[in-house]
């Protein structure tokens, strides 16, 4: 469960990307590559709440009975990066950090800041409305939750072969972070076409 700690009251944070051998995680605002395991993998992790959308059927009829639902935070260069028929992604409340954008479908967010994106996070984690929380980029966002003690756990996909690529995931403390194995992550090394990568989850060292 996520993502507010009682003793601080400070949200916490996923950070969830792919990388490969040079750290490269984009070229000209895509991925490298077509990977669709592992983008099936990041769409099951995100979506997966604790107490996400149920259907239940009263009177004969099938209603869904709203509960609560991920959120997924990204810088705008990341927001325009999704193709317009996936934006927003689907089933999870957006957060878009910026400064120049204006406009985004109701029932989702534009925070000004990362600091703000905390906020308005917090005030719906409060409301009871979100269960974990996913930065997804770009870089310059993974570094600054890297950087603030909201960042909980990376979920680091690592891609075994090198890409051209012009935007990079931001090397982090490995002091403290630890590797830890979590149900649902495959341990074992994933096969797509030629490309091998395996999933890893790291989890901040508590003081």
Known sequence: MCPSSSAKNVVSCFAIVAMCRNRGIGVNNSLPWRLKKE?????????????????????GRKE???????????????????PPKFRPLSDRINVVVSKTLTEIPEGHHVAQSFPDAVQILQNLFDAGKVDKVFVIGGARLYRELMDSPHCSRIYLTEIDK?????????????SKFRLVKEEGVPEEPQQEGDITYHFRVYERVKN
């Open 39 to 59: 983008l099936a993998y990041f769409s099951r992790l995100t979506k997966e709440a604790a107490e996400g959308k149920q259907n239940a059927v009263v009177m």
């Open 64 to 82: 869904v009975a709203e509960g609560k639902q991920n959120a997924v935070v990204m810088g705008r260069l990341t927001w325009e990066s999704l």
């Open 162 to 174: 090198e890409f051209e690529c012009d935007v990079f995931f931001p090397e982090f403390d490995t």
